[in-house]
């Protein structure tokens, strides 16, 4: 596709539930983000990935969180039993190799936990 | 570990005015910099990066940056505000360890 593709584009969970956010990166990107932005607040790194191999998954906040990219282009971000801090909206960014690539970002995701 | 610092969190200018947004970065040599804006409800784009060569580096919407190594600088600055600046902009710095850190923005208001 010509852009990053972020599903769905608003999500509402009650506490407890399960979701799962989807991303669908350039074509050829090799690299892939995710960050949560919190109202007000700067994009906050979750985790990447290079083709299927995560290589840092840090900012992950707790073990509720869950990436995966098995084939190395499409990502899901998987949130198990839904908290309320968990509300903001989910970025997705891809890029080229290289340090030197900007990344390019989808419209991203507003998660509501309510 | 690399990070960005953005002073002020939000910026006031007339129409006209120059705008100019700081960004202080701690990073491993070389740091790849970046800015990016944000409209209300939109993802973030880029405005303009910089890598190597030439230090002042020109982007869209009649933006540019300078990057200072001796003060771990990259301040954005545009000569006159426009309306349709207004928004939230983000620095960004992208380290060996491939990782994109941005600072926490500073959103601009035209002021009429």
């Known amino acids: 596709g010509a852009g990053v593709s972020q599903s769905p584009r608003y999500k509402v969970a009650k506490r407890g539930q399960d979701v799962a956010l989807r991303c669908d990166p350039i074509s050829g990107h090799v690299s892939l983000f995710w960050y949560q932005q919190a109202l007000g607040q700067g994009p906050e790194f979750l985790t990447y990935f290079q083709n299927e191999a995560q290589l840092d998954k840090s900012g992950l906040p707790s073990d509720r969180f869950f990436a995966e990219r098995p084939e190395g282009s499409v990502s899901t971000l998987k949130i198990q039993r839904t908290q309320q801090e968990d509300s903001a909206v989910y970025l997705c960014?891809?890029?080229?190799?290289?340090?030197?690539?900007?990344?390019?970002f989808g419209q991203g995701t507003r998660l509501t936990v309510v | 570990a690399q990070s960005v610092t953005q002073l002020g969190s939000h910026v006031s200018v007339s129409e006209g005015a120059l705008v100019l947004l700081r960004c202080n970065y701690s990073?491993?040599?070389?740091?790849?910099l970046f800015w990016y804006v944000q409209y209300p409800n939109q993802g973030l784009q880029l405005l303009l990066k910089y890598t190597t060569g030439a230090t002042l580096v020109k982007g869209i919407n009649g933006f540019e940056a300078e990057f200072k190594k001796s003060e771990t600088s990259f301040h954005l600055t545009k000569p006159s505000a426009h309306m349709s600046d207004a928004a939230e902009y983000f620095c960004?710095?992208?380290?060996?360890?491939?990782?994109?850190?941005f600072g926490k923005g500073t959103r601009l208001h035209i002021l009429p």
């Open positions: 990073s491993s040599v070389p740091p790849y």
């Open positions: 960014a891809s890029s080229l190799a290289g340090q030197v690539a900007e990344a390019f």
């Open positions: 960004a710095v992208r380290g060996r360890d491939d990782k994109i850190i």
